[in-house]
Structures are given as structure tokens and as C-alpha cells.
């Protein structure tokens, strides 16, 4: 199988790690497929898994019985679609499932998800050749976009096994770029994440620390940080991390002034997003700590958006959070990029601050 130039064969442990992640379908809701590729890998280095009552996952690591509850979380859940309708010429009617800008959406290749196997459909509108000047000029709405799987009639459509309620997912093929360092993939938000996820715990079976770590993989995070509210409820953590996609404000077209993250400088300290102010004492001591190792990172604030930490924060009386973020480009498209380098440097900073939370600390942190 050739991966942009390069065979599978060639793809190292974590590359083939990070390409199961990402070729798993699971818009929220629709996480089961996802749910099973993480339990493979995370559970060598679990001490036990458990999930909540919404299906997100939860593996606990104990270092010290008695330390603080340290929580760090990514969301399985990708942006995608959910048929609504079949009309009678088998043509498919969607939801958006998280957010979409439809100027990525039409001609796109897709994946309908059903229970007698996959689908391939593409998303289709009228031909722009028939519409009035004015309109050619203005983004086509997406709720007059539909999904053609190649159908002759509802009755088809059905017999193939699509109902509402199916998912339906962006199709892309993982790929190493000509720039080895450069990944490209569909779901980044959020796969890379729970990569990050997995890799601590793997690095902690090789390090004293003393707390308890849950390592989570929530669900429904596209949707409102479900996921993570629940899954925060059950583990009650002392301190939580959330662990997602920041934006990339490196390509064409974004000022100096827009532009506060650039691929391959670092992990992304968020300071400030639209669902929560960053804890200053726990942000204080994750850059502390990249600053001690050497480890790059940068600040980011994103007014426009925000990540599971928003719901995990408000959790109880209040749980210090922080999201530690990786620069990606084109983010909620069916094809997003993001830097090697900033993986293996956001795990980095994220197992050794990990390593340094004991109660002490933590105590610190929570009360100044």
C-alpha cells in the first residue's frame, strides 16, 4: 500500500499508531470504533479501564496510591455527518455533526456508515453552470447539499442498508508527506489527542510519578464537551489537561497579528478560549517545567473555540485545567496537517510535568 510515497511497511510503531487512530470512524455519538483501536493500545500500560455512561474511556495509572488525581484528556469523537433522509431518487439528507464551513464540504468524498458495511458517497449540489450569476458568488448553503451514493431510488438505498441515523464520515488516506515531519490525515481533531494520551501512559510504565493518573478518551467533544463533563464526574481528578488541536496561524493569508502559533515551534499553552481562562498556577507550572527541559512551546488564546477543559473546569467545586494544544492546519476539513515534532514534544512536557505533581504541588497549585 503506497501512503503518499511511502510504503506501510515503512511507517514506524507510533506512525502505524497514528494511522489506525485516524482511519477509525467516529463522529460523536459514534464512537465505538475509535473506543476499540485506543483500549488496544492503551491498555498494556493500564493498571484498569473503565468508561462512563456515555461511552468515554477511562485508564487508570497508579504511581502513588495516596497522590493527587491528575486527569488528562482528548476527544474520540471527529467532525462528520448523520443522514436525516432518504428522498425517493435514493439521494441522502444530512446533518452536520460538529462544525462545518461549507466552502470545504462540496465534492468531498465520504464515508456512510451501515450496518451492512461502508458506503462510498460524495457530497453534491446543483450544478453551478444552472445558477444565476449572483448565486455562483455566494457560499452554497449546506442545508441544500446532499450526499450521492450512486443510489437509483430510496428503496435502493435501503436495501444497501442505509437508514437515518447512519454516520457518515470524511474519507482520507493517512499521509507521510514529502516533509517526513509533516502529517496528513482526516481527524487530527481530535486522534492526536489520544495519542498523546496513550504515549504518556506508555512513558509512565517506565517512570516513578507520584499520583494517579487517568488517562480519558471522551466522547461527544464536537458537540458540546460532553463527553468530558461526564467522564470528569466519574474520576472527580484534583487537577485536569486537556489535550486537542490548536490553530496554525502559519499559512498564507493570516496577519502577524493573527498569527500567535506556527507548526513545529511547540506544544500551544492555552491562555484563554471561548469556554474557559486558563488556570494561571497550573499553566505557571507546565511552563516552568518546558522551560527547565528545554522543551519549545508557545501561547495561544483562542477566542472562537474551545476544548473539553471547559467542561471538566466547572466539574464539583472546580478542578484546575489547562488544554495543551497542537498547531494544526485545516482543522474540520477532511484533511488536516499538523508537525511531528510537536507530538513527540507535547508528549515530552506532558510526562514530565505528570512526573513532578505530587500532593504538594498540586496543593499548591489549587490554593496559591
Not at 222 to 239: F, S, W, Y
Amino acid at each position: 500500500m503506497n501512503m503518499g510515497g511511502y510504503r506501510l511497511a515503512q511507517l514506524d510503531e507510533t506512525l502505524s499508531m497514528l494511522k489506525e487512530l485516524t482511519d477509525a470512524k467516529g463522529i460523536a455519538g459514534n464512537e465505538r470504533e475509535v473506543r476499540a483501536v485506543i483500549k488496544k493500545y492503551i491498555e498494556p500500560y493500564s493498571d484498569e479501564l473503565d468508561t462512563d455512561g456515555l461511552g468515554s474511556l477511562i485508564a487508570k495509572k497508579t504511581g502513588r496510591v495516596d497522590g493527587p488525581k491528575i486527569m488528562i484528556a482528548g476527544h474520540m469523537d471527529e467532525v462528520g455527518f448523520m443522514v436525516t433522509k432518504i428522498d425517493e431518487k435514493g439521494f441522502l439528507r444530512f446533518q452536520t455533526v460538529g462544525g462545518w464551513w461549507s466552502q470545504v464540504m462540496l465534492a468531498q468524498r465520504v464515508t456512510v456508515v451501515t450496518d451492512k458495511g461502508d458506503i462510498t458517497g460524495v457530497i453534491g449540489s446543483k450544478p453551478p453552470h444552472i445558477l444565476p450569476p449572483e448565486a455562483r458568488k455566494k457560499p452554497y448553503e449546506i442545508k441544500d447539499m446532499f450526499i450521492d451514493i450512486g443510489a437509483t431510488s430510496c428503496e435502493e438505498a435501503l436495501e444497501w442498508g442505509v437508514k437515518p441515523g447512519d454516520m457518515v464520515v470524511p474519507y482520507f488516506e493517512f499521509t507521510v508527506m514529502k516533509n517526513e515531519k509533516m502529517l496528513l490525515a482526516k481527524a487530527w481533531d481530535n486522534r492526536i489527542g489520544c495519542a498523546v494520551v496513550i504515549d504518556v501512559l506508555k512513558n509512565l510504565q517506565k517512570e516513578n510519578h507520584p499520583n494517579v493518573v487517568y488517562g480519558v478518551t471522551n466522547v461527544q467533544e464536537e458537540v458540546g464537551l460532553r463527553g468530558a463533563k461526564t467522564a470528569a464526574n466519574k474520576v472527580k481528578p484534583d487537577i485536569a489537561f486537556a489535550l486537542d488541536v490548536g490553530i496554525a496561524g502559519d499559512t498564507p493569508g493570516i496577519s502577524e497579528k493573527e498569527a500567535l502559533s506556527k507548526m513545529g515551534k511547540g506544544p500551544q499553552i492555552v491562555i484563554y478560549d471561548a469556554s474557559m481562562v486558563s488556570h494561571k498556577g497550573l499553566r505557571d507550572t507546565v511552563v516552568k517545567v518546558a522551560e527547565e527541559l528545554n522543551i519549545p512551546y508557545q501561547y495561544e488564546s483562542i477566542p472562537g473555540g474551545g476544548t473539553d477543559a471547559g467542561s471538566i473546569h466547572l466539574v464539583g467545586s472546580g478542578i484546575p485545567s489547562l488544554a495543551v494544544t497542537i498547531a494544526t492546519r485545516y482543522i474540520h476539513s477532511h484533511a488536516a496537517m499538523l508537525h511531528r515534532d510537536d507530538y513527540e514534544n507535547t508528549v515530552k512536557l506532558m510526562t514530565e510535568v505528570i512526573k513532578r505533581l505530587d500532593r504538594k504541588i498540586v496543593d499548591q497549585i489549587i490554593f496559591g
